[in-house]
């Protein structure tokens, strides 16, 4: 019996021992070299793989880093410029610091709610909806609601307010511009922070004339030209019957918030006035009140 | 009787405005006319503010390959030449026209008489029928003398005209077997003298039989038309599907039906060609179903483009019933949902179907149980449910892989679903995506 148990035993122990040099031959032929500083660089990485870089994970990152062996082009916005810094170390490069970006909703359909002129029944997708009409709102170039944005934000900071329209949580968003790209009508924009995360912004997308934007929305931006010509810094461009403040130029000092007809540029992070009544939020302000606006001509229906 | 192999549903007919004899819509105060009633580029205005147009008069000319002329459907004065806002609240480029009197271009024949004899060429037949502005009024409103410019290389074996009219609610086309049937196959006629084929094949479903008898009688005194009865199984109109009843054909994925050596009309664009072809009108009225289960009336009109929603509900039925939930251009099937009443209607629009709110409402979506029934139900073979799937993790070369460009958005699968998911429009944007993406890599 111990004959039959001892032959069994040389049996397998000769597979195995061929086995092992049959896979130790193979794991030699076949080894991936890899530069061992992309374990490294990966390790200091978010990991959470948002693509914000646009690449496809935080290892192709690292990868990209290294395979340049700077940081030309590549930016991990959820890591800032804290990981932007271990990185170039790792990498012994030098990186360049850069400003810290926010999502910016604009859009403020203040009285979205009461004023829906249809009730939109299909496939709850914005860039669906998009393709059918106008939205809910009536507004061809307005939040349609569907919280496509919503979808797309891996870091829980964007979140559907309660007029339809979606509101950004400073805190938790990273700048990464997944939310920006899946609104299918370009409204959120990557702005910067801002000094003491203070910043302003028009809050108004809509291309149509003037006289046209106001059936639509009592906050639509008319065009009218009022915060460009109030400007110190000349940061205010009107185009397409459209404000816009390039934020790189914006000193935040709020002229423009003012002196617009219908509060459609909002100011974000400041301090509640002390005594002065402020211009009232849209939030709660009714329609506006009746201003001179230039109108080109009345369109009928 | 023939039908289609593949896929297919059945849904309730309603054709309770069947017996509504055409009706003249009459032309209000003022029209706006769309330069974009055509698949394709919008038309180019010819006219500008102050100008004085006939009824007929060119005032949209098709300046680009994908175009059609647009013609204006009222005599009076031009008042702006501008944007209008359509049926979906969108702001397209229109012609604004105060209406004044009823003049019509001396070239139009207004005639009662039926002219039988058409002596034009082929290729002088297309050319009118560009002239006069003529679109396929079975719904995609593709430009008909493109579509009978057969290109080099293909060869127009069959005519197929289609008299299916499978989508449920709608009845103008089989109002318009019944009272002008003898046009109708002059129109067909001239249209299998285009293409320069034998047989011209009329296809009805077995749901007319009035209409099937009438046109059989009335081909008898024509050369070249044969009547197809078909079974009733929706959407035998589509064309594709129509191409496998009638010849036992299949359009190879990804072609037209040319490829399959067929040309489809539908029956209302042989009706507006021998109108173009020997009355000279152009293409400038609709005839249009007005209907819902909750009026007090169901009508069949004639109506000039340019005519706002407003105006047909106003003249037809007074106002929209309280319980009215959406007020639909097109059918139950394949019918979009007028959001802006106050839009003109355009070339190609076959309906106002008004619904009850109840009977509008989409019921809610639950989750996919892999039943299959969409991917049974799908007249064109294809996996809604994988559509589905692709499109919500954004995988769209795979989708494009599965041929979810040859979808015809028919709604069988939607129509099938026992979770009521809004698969049609999950494809739709599939389509949408899959088109940017290869829009992006070119």
């Known amino acids: ?301 | 009787m023939k039908t289609f192999k593949m896929g297919g549903v059945h849904p309730e007919e309603n054709k309770i405005s069947n017996d509504a004899a055409i009706e003249v819509m009459p032309v209000g105060k003022q029209m706006v006319v769309l330069m974009n009633q055509h698949l394709g580029a919008p038309a180019t205005p010819v006219v500008q503010k102050g100008d004085k147009v006939k009824v007929g008069q060119l005032i949209g000319e098709a300046q680009t390959f994908m175009c059609a002329n647009v013609h204006s459907p009222v005599s009076g004065t031009v008042l702006k030449v501008d944007t209008c806002k359509d049926a979906f609240g969108l702001a397209k480029p229109a012609v604004y026209i105060n209406v004044e009197g009823d003049e019509w271009m001396e070239t139009i024949d207004r005639t009662p008489d039926i002219k039988r004899e058409c002596t034009l060429e082929p290729k002088e037949i297309v050319a009118k029928l560009k002239e006069m502005g003529i679109v396929g009024l079975g719904g995609a409103t593709f430009p008909a003398h493109i579509k009978y410019s057969v290109p080099e290389g293909k060869k127009a074996e069959y005519l197929i005209i289609n008299a299916a009219e499978c989508e449920p609610y709608l009845t103008s086309d089989y109002r318009v077997m019944m009272e002008h049937a003898e046009e109708v196959c002059i129109g067909v006629s001239i249209l299998r003298k285009a293409l320069g084929v034998p047989n011209a094949y009329i296809g009805i479903e077995s749901n007319k039989p009035k209409a099937i008898a009438h046109m059989q009688e009335v081909a008898k005194g024509f050369e070249g038309i044969i009547i197809e009865p078909l079974k009733v199984k929706y959407p035998q109109g589509a064309e594709k599907q129509l191409i496998n009843a009638v010849t036992g054909r299949k359009v190879p994925s990804g072609k037209l039906p040319i490829d399959a050596g067929c040309v489809v009309s539908n029956l209302g664009t042989a009706f507006s060609v021998y109108e173009a072809i020997q009355k000279n009108k152009p293409l400038i009225e609709n005839i249009l179903t007005v209907t819902g289960k909750e009026l007090p009336s169901q009508h069949n009109y004639i109506v000039r483009i340019g005519t706002t929603y407003n105006e047909i509900i106003a003249h037809s039925i007074g106002q929209l019933p309280e319980t009215t939930g959406k007020v639909i251009s097109g059918g139950t099937m394949m019918g979009k949902a007028v959001v802006n009443l106050d839009a003109p209607t355009v070339k190609g629009n076959s309906s106002v179907l008004v619904m009850g709110e109840k009977e509008a409402r989409r019921n809610p979506e639950t989750a996919c149980i892999r039943c299959g029934k969409c991917a049974g139900a799908c007249p064109m073979g294809l996996e809604p449910y994988l559509f589905s799937l692709l499109v919500k993790n954004n995988r769209i070369e795979a989708a494009k892989e599965h041929n979810i460009l040859d979808c015809i958005e028919c709604g069988c699968c939607y129509f099938s679903c026992p979770a009521n998911k809004p698969l049609t429009d999950e494809i739709r944007l599939g389509k949408n995506k899959v088109r940017a993406m290869m829009a992006a890599k070119k």
């Open chain 1, 1 to 301: 019996m111990t004959h039959d148990i001892l032959i069994a035993v040389l049996i397998l122990g000769a597979l195995g021992i061929l086995f092992a040099v049959v896979l130790y031959i193979v794991a030699q032929k076949f080894k991936v070299v890899e530069d061992p500083l992309i374990d490294e660089v990966a390790e200091v990485l978010p990991g959470a793989n948002c693509g914000g870089c646009g690449k496809a994970g935080c290892r192709a990152f690292a990868e990209a880093c290294v395979a340049q062996g700077n940081m030309e082009g590549l930016r991990c916005a959820p890591g800032g410029d804290a990981v932007a810094a271990k990185v170039a170390e790792l990498l012994g490069c030098v990186v360049e610091q850069g400003e810290p970006q926010v999502a910016v909703v604009r859009c403020n359909p203040a009285n979205c709610g009461e004023k829906r002129r249809s009730n939109y029944d299909g496939l709850r997708s914005c860039a669906f909806q998009n393709t059918v009409y106008t939205g809910e709102s009536g507004c061809p170039f307005g939040c349609l609601g569907c919280g496509d944005c919503v979808a797309a934000c891996q870091f829980d900071a964007i979140h559907m307010g309660e007029n339809g329209v979606p509101v950004v949580d400073a805190d938790k968003c990273t700048a990464c511009g997944a939310c920006a790209k899946a609104c299918p009508r370009r409204i959120i924009e990557l702005r910067n922070k801002g000094k003491k995360d203070r910043r302003v912004y028009v809050s108004c997308v809509n291309k149509e004339k003037g006289a046209v934007a106001m059936k639509t929305c009592a906050n639509a931006c008319i065009g009218c030209s009022k915060c460009a010509k109030v400007c110190p810094m000349e940061a205010i461009t009107v185009e397409g019957n459209l404000s816009y403040i390039d934020y790189k130029k914006c000193i935040a000092c709020r002229k423009c918030v003012t002196e617009c007809p219908t509060h459609a540029i909002h100011d974000v992070g400041f301090p509640a006035p002390a005594k002065k009544p402020e211009a009232p939020k849209p939030a709660e302000a009714p329609v506006a009140e009746k201003v001179e606006i230039p109108v080109a001509e009345t369109l009928k229906a």
